[in-house]
């Protein structure tokens, strides 16, 4: 015990100093908001697919949800049926027993719909590749607008697909 406390006090305080906010990023969630709205007329609205994945990503997804990333403070916002979404985030490859299920949801959809691969297993099938148990990658089933690279992709990276996703529909 008296060994832990002497380690303690001898390394003393180790975190890091907080970032300085950045001003040119306070305008960046008016700007994004009105291009959702001139892209949508409303706010975003994202349907997660799991198409397999091992759940890293799905972590990364949860993430983007807190408060540090407050996706919802920007006008997107997460909803439990492909009918009301505008957009598919889709993670994972496809394994066959998700195959139909992928392409029921990308049809219920409404137009204008966007989908973003999340991942490197959304983006080539990534460890599991191609074989008996899946189709591989996201776009051998559905087509993908965005491809978000990373095992998994880090929050920041998950929005950046998603409003290269919004970009590239204006």
Known sequence: MYQIIKQIIKTGIMTETSPQPDEALRAEPQRLQQQILDVFGRALTIRHMDAGSCNGCELEIHAVNNAYY?????????VASPRHADMLLVTGPVSRHMETALKRTYDAT??????????DCARDGGIFGESYATCGR???VIPVDVVVPGCPPTPNAILQGIITAISAQK
């Open 70 to 78: 407050n996706i919802e403070g920007l006008g997107i916002k997460f």
């Open 138 to 140: 996201v776009a051998n």
């Open 110 to 119: 409404p137009e204008p719909k966007l989908v973003v691969a999340i991942g």
